[in-house]
Nanobody, 117 residues
């Protein structure tokens, strides 16, 4: 059973930093990509950042230059370093893992990030 456990969320002032972590367990397949999404109220889930098994990273335009994604493949863990946070970054951040062989997606429960102005 795949489990994704996120940590690192919290309350921070605008301009501050947070580092999110997501540890995946129960992985019995090759992971093609790990990443972070967020889901603003009333809006579809949106990609924040993703990183492939080869280390190629992609970011939402709104976070480019401020967020950095990294991954420890040996530990099946993905990180999101968030700098220069803005109030509009406030959201629940969801960890994501994709199975390389059948493209099945797995999701964490989410961690709340709140940025005060």
């Amino acid at each position: 059973q795949v489990q994704l456990v996120e940590s690192g969320g919290g309350l921070v002032q605008a301009g501050g930093s947070l580092r999110l972590s997501c540890a995946a367990s129960g992985i019995t397949f090759t992971i093609s990509a790990m990443g972070w999404f967020r889901q603003p109220p009333g809006k579809p889930r949106e990609l924040v950042a993703s990183i492939t098994s080869g280390g190629s990273a992609s970011y939402a335009d709104s976070v480019k230059g401020r967020f950095t994604i990294s991954r420890d493949s040996d530990k099946n863990t993905v990180y999101l370093q968030m700098n220069s946070l803005k109030p509009e970054d406030t959201d629940v951040y969801l960890c994501h893992v994709r199975n390389q062989w059948n493209s099945e997606d797995f999701w964490g429960q989410g961690t709340q990030v709140t940025v005060s102005s």
